[in-house]
């Protein structure tokens, strides 16, 4: 079971969670990519864009934040934090 746990911040406040399971044969990273466009549609959000300093966070911490910078339309929140919490 891959699991994947989405928060959404602002002002050092947690505004809202979720947590995305997937238990396909899929590749760890279709895994991830399934589970942020989930959240984006749960959300109501825009895909974030995966910029060269996210992809080197989520490779080091399994754990990436998305700021203004990786939104094309503008947030009401400060960052969106996706973090795998387990994996097959």
Not at 43 to 61: M, N, Q, S, Y
Not at 68 to 80: G, H, P, R, T, V
Request: proline letters at 1%; glycine letters at 2%; hydrophobic letters at 40%.
């Amino acid at each position: 079971m891959f699991r994947l746990w989405a928060k959404i911040f602002k002002d050092n406040r947690m505004q809202k969670d979720t947590v995305i399971c997937n238990s396909s044969d899929d590749t760890r990273t279709h895994k991830v990519f399934q589970a942020v466009d989930e959240v984006c549609y749960e959300f109501d959000l825009g895909k974030p864009i995966w910029l060269d300093a996210t992809v080197a966070e989520f490779k080091r911490h399994a754990k990436a934040r998305f700021t203004q910078d990786n939104f094309i339309e503008s947030i009401d929140f400060d960052y969106l934090e996706i973090h795998v919490i387990e994996e097959d």
